[in-house]
Nanobody
């Protein structure tokens, strides 16, 4: 089970940190992704973190940082230099890595991020 938090209203250029808290003893093995969905747009994968690597969408590279604290079973998304186009509902999701394509089976509720211009 995942629970996302930390969204809010911020001015352009500001920062927010989202948290994704997980339950379960195998959390450290999960790949965790942050997704976002703006009104009228498709869901977008923003950032992922595995045991040893991270990846980012081009639209957020250099501005967002994903990290994890396995002891606290939490994944963070530090968002800086926010832009109005970052406005969306942000979701975290977990996937168990295996031999096949990654499948995000575990989803948290969304947290709204609104960036005003």
């Amino acid at each position: 089970q995942l629970q996302a938090s930390g969204g809010g209203l911020v001015q352009a250029g500001g920062s927010l940190r989202l948290s994704c808290a997980a339950s379960g003893r195998t959390f450290s093995t999960y790949v965790v992704g942050w997704f976002r969905q703006a009104p009228g747009k498709e869901r977008e994968l923003v950032a992922t973190i595995s045991r040893s690597s991270t990846s980012y969408a081009e639209s957020v590279k250099g501005r967002f940082t994903i990290s994890r604290d396995n002891a606290q079973r939490t994944v963070f998304l530090q968002m800086s230099n926010l832009k109005p186009e970052d406005t969306a509902v942000y979701y975290c999701a977990g996937a168990i890595p295996g031999a096949g394509p990654l499948k995000y089976d575990y989803w948290g509720q969304g947290t709204q991020v609104t960036v005003s211009s």
